[in-house]
């Protein structure tokens, strides 16, 4: 018998795509690069050096035949999951005793038993892509819960790690969905939509001296120009990128900074994820290019400001929003009025012109709600956080 292989089998009849990981032992949750290596999923760098990757196991299921030369000698061996698109969920990692209470509290149902007492609990992935989440390093997101998105992965049972076994506690087809969650704590998730928006591109001389053009300022171009679909993707985009700031006297120690930030915005945006790998591989490219001018007047038709408030954030994205997201963004900035003092008529009029159609009453409840003091659930900067949304 073979509980391991039987195991990973049967996820492939569910559709999961799946990774083998060491259990057991020093590397516990490792992926196991030898068994990668052996079923061909290798990488070879610039120098030539091959080492393992589980990459385009996120875009494509390995065979039953892989998997029986991962799993056919199971000893120090566990299974984990590939989180997000192709296996068709995410999973909610409620950590510890902090995370089993705080699961309770949400009223909830886990699907596995973690080795080290927590929580993994599945759900349905969205149609958009979900950035994995730490949320001891996430503001605003709880301390004892993690999210396994698009590019992650969890342990499933029947793993043992040093910490202990992985069970199933319910049947894992019967999957929850991120509706579930209340909308502020989805928000503190990240798992809400994100809403393309605008960004700036600078106007006006390129400055004198040592000074060169702003490289935060061409990253907004490079980010507007993914978001619009004005280019062939976010790798063409970010050879431009690279190739500009190049123009622009940046080293390539600066441009691998930048190019940091514009993976963390626009890697994410769909699948497959672009990556900080594919980013270095088009600097690299464009180090080599034939140079260009540097960037001294406004280029244009691209002349689109940051808002600086959340207020101008909501209105610019008010129209690209469910009516259910709209409801809940005019609420919280009509609570966020409420507090500052602004005049009801004044917040129903902006509401108005926003396009709320209901905005009498939803200012009428955001006020009523300040005066008695009820609590309030979420704030207008998570909810545009959550949707990515950039402003001030």
């Known amino acids: ?28 949750k490792d992926s196991q690069s030898p068994m990668l290596m052996r079923t061909g999923y290798v990488r070879v760098d610039e120098q030539g050096k ?10 494509v299921r390995p065979t039953p035949e892989q998997v029986e030369v991962w799993f056919r000698d199971p000893s120090q061996k566990g299974l984990a999951l590939i989180t997000g698109h192709l296996s068709g969920r995410i999973v909610v990692d409620f950590d510890g005793q ?10 909830i149902r886990p699907h596995v038993r973690t080795g080290g007492g927590g929580y993994h609990w599945h759900l ?14 996430t503001a605003g997101a709880p301390d004892c819960v993690d999210i396994r998105g698009d590019g992650g992965n969890a342990v499933l049972p029947p793993t043992t790690t040093r910490k202990g076994h992985y069970v199933y506690l319910r049947d894992p087809a019967d999957m929850d969905a991120i509706s579930d969650l209340p909308m502020a704590l989805r928000e503190a998730l990240g798992l ?22 702003p490289a935060d300022r061409i990253l907004d171009w490079a980010v507007q120009k993914v978001h619009r679909g004005d280019v062939g993707g976010r790798n063409d985009m970010g050879y431009r990128l690279a ?20 993976v963390a915005l626009v890697g994410q945006l769909n699948l497959p994820a672009y990556t900080h790998d594919e980013f270095l591989a088009s600097m690299r490219s464009a180090l080599s290019a034939p140079r260009g001018d540097a960037w001294g007047h406004q280029r244009p038709g691209e002349t689109v400001s940051v808002p600086r408030t959340g207020a101008e954030a909501l209105e610019d994205i008010f129209s690209t929003l469910e009516v259910e997201a709209q409801a809940r963004g005019a609420y919280l900035l009509a609570r966020e009025w409420a507090v500052q003092g602004r005049a009801v008529e004044q917040t129903v009029r902006y509401l108005r012109l926003m396009g709320h159609a209901e905005a009498a009453r939803t200012v009428r ?6 005066e008695l003091q009820r609590p309030l659930d979420g704030t207008l900067a998570g909810f545009l956080s959550a949707r990515r949304v950039r402003y001030g």
């Open 98 to 107: 902090a995370g089993c209470d705080f699961a309770h509290q949400l009223g």
């Open 192 to 213: 809400v939509p994100p809403v393309p928006v605008p960004v700036s591109v600078p106007s006006g001389p390129l400055p004198s001296g040592q000074d060169r053009f």
């Open 50 to 59: 091959r080492s393992a990757s589980w990459k385009p196991l996120q875009t």
């Open 124 to 137: 349905a992935a969205p149609a958009w892509p979900v950035r994995n989440m730490v949320g001891k390093v």
């Open 365 to 370: 409840q955001a006020y009523v709600d300040h």
């Open 1 to 28: 018998m073979n509980p391991l292989l039987d195991e990973a089998l049967a996820c492939l009849a569910r559709g999961w795509s799946i990774l083998p990981i060491h259990a057991g032992n020093e590397r516990d």
């Open 243 to 262: 190739w500009v700031l190049f123009n622009n006297g940046y080293l390539p120690d600066e441009v691998r900074r930048v190019g940091d930030t514009y």
